[in-house]
């Protein structure tokens, strides 16, 4: 399996902050003949489904807020949330479909 | 646009089989892949399994031997069967569509709002 970790677990942020989420990969997201990290980052608030953010590392969902912006390759990558307003309180989570055996990283919930 | 509904027991006793239905309303099931995933309470999400309209599946090792699924294309339907159940698989169940760009190796772009089991007796 490959095995997703994220960093931190919690983060308290101020309105109108910067937010970083961490998450690191056992293995290479990277698949070579296509140059695609195979990443996906997911927002996750009480009571609702996961709703994706970013795939393939960087791109942007349709309709998500461009405050969202994802980075890295290989086996690390960051969400960053540029300016955090209070509808962005939320578990997030990052998991690569590299393998079709899906995981998921443990989530990090952010605070304000 | 497409929605997924999950339905079923919400309480299912220790030993018996989870059986959970997803139905998809606003487009057709057939030329997707589908997923189920889980979400102990107040925990992180596993993926389940994953079955594709030709009845195709691929299922988490952790949970293979005990995971059934199946496509029901004249109801526009797809199913999880999680057999010989334990506290252990009390969660949220989603049902899930991977999305359309390289499936199956995508990301799931279209959710259910989930359904609480509960194995108790």
């Known amino acids: 399996d490959i095995v997703m970790t994220q960093s931190p677990d919690s983060l308290a942020v101020s309105l109108g902050e910067r937010a970083t989420i961490n998450c690191k990969s056992s293995?290479?997201?990277?698949?070579?003949?296509?140059?695609?990290?195979?990443l996906a980052w997911y927002q996750q608030k009480p009571g609702q489904p996961p709703k994706v953010l970013i795939y393939?590392?960087?791109t942007r969902e349709s309709g998500v807020s461009d405050r969202f912006s994802g980075s890295g390759s290989g086996t690390d990558f960051t969400l960053t949330i540029s300016s955090l307003q209070a509808e962005d309180v939320a578990v997030y989570y990052c998991?690569?479909?590299?393998?079709?055996?899906?995981?998921f990283g443990q989530g990090t919930k952010l605070e304000i | 646009q497409m929605q997924l509904q999950e339905s079923g027991p919400g309480l299912v006793k220790p030993s018996e089989t989870l059986s959970l239905t997803c139905t998809v309303s606003?487009?057709?099931?057939?030329?997707?892949?589908w997923a189920w995933i889980r979400q102990p309470p107040g925990k992180g999400l596993e993926w389940i399994g994953n079955i594709y309209f030709s009845g195709n599946t691929n299922y988490n090792p952790s949970l293979k031997s005990r995971v059934t699924m199946s496509m029901d294309t004249s109801k526009n339907q797809f199913s999880l069967k999680l057999s010989s159940v334990t506290a252990s698989d009390t969660a949220v169940y989603y049902c899930?569509?991977?999305?359309?760009?390289?499936?199956?190796?995508?990301?799931?772009?279209?959710w259910g709002q989930g359904i609480l089991v509960t194995v108790s007796s």
């Open positions: 293995r290479s997201l990277l698949y070579n003949s296509n140059k695609r990290n195979y």
């Open positions: 998991q690569q479909y590299y393998s079709t055996l899906y995981t």
């Open positions: 393939w590392a960087s």
């Open positions: 899930a569509m991977v999305a359309t760009i390289a499936p199956p190796n995508s990301w799931f772009d279209l």
């Open positions: 606003g487009g057709s099931i057939t030329n997707y892949y």
